[in-house]
C-alpha cells in the first residue's frame, strides 16, 4: 500500500472518529482492546487506555495496517454509528478514484 494511500485512510479514520462523543469514541477503544475482530488481534488495554484519537490511529496502523478501514467499519456497526461507517466508505472509496 502507498504512503500516499495510507495518509488517506489515516485522515479519514480521524474525521469519523471526531464526530464521535467521547463516550462512543472510549467504546470504540474497548473492542479493540477486548474482542478479537474475526481473525484480527485485540490490541492490549494498555496501549490505548490513555491514548486519543492520534494515538489509537498509530496504534490501530502499526497492527492492522491496510485492514484499519476493515475493522474501524465493523466496531463503528459494533458501537451503533452505521452510519459513519458509512461516510468512512464514501471518504475512503473516493480516495481511491483519485488515486486511479
Known amino acids: 500500500m502507498s504512503h500516499q ?7 479519514a479514520v480521524i474525521k469519523i472518529w471526531r464526530d464521535l462523543s467521547r463516550e462512543d469514541f472510549i467504546e470504540f ?7 478479537a475482530l ?4 485485540i490490541i492490549p488495554k494498555s496501549q490505548l487506555e ?8 498509530s ?5 492492522y495496517n491496510k485492514n484499519m478501514i476493515k475493522i474501524t467499519r465493523r466496531v463503528l456497526k459494533r458501537v451503533c454509528q452505521h ?8 471518504l475512503t472509496s473516493a480516495g481511491t478514484k483519485r488515486e486511479k
Open 38 to 41: 474475526e481473525g484480527f488481534p
Open 50 to 57: 490513555k491514548g486519543g484519537v492520534w494515538f489509537t490511529k
Open 59 to 63: 496504534k490501530m496502523m502499526r497492527r
Open 83 to 90: 452510519e459513519l461507517g458509512e461516510k468512512l466508505s464514501k
Open 29 to 35: 477503544k474497548q473492542y479493540l482492546q477486548k474482542e
Open 5 to 11: 494511500r495510507l495518509v488517506a485512510i489515516s485522515t
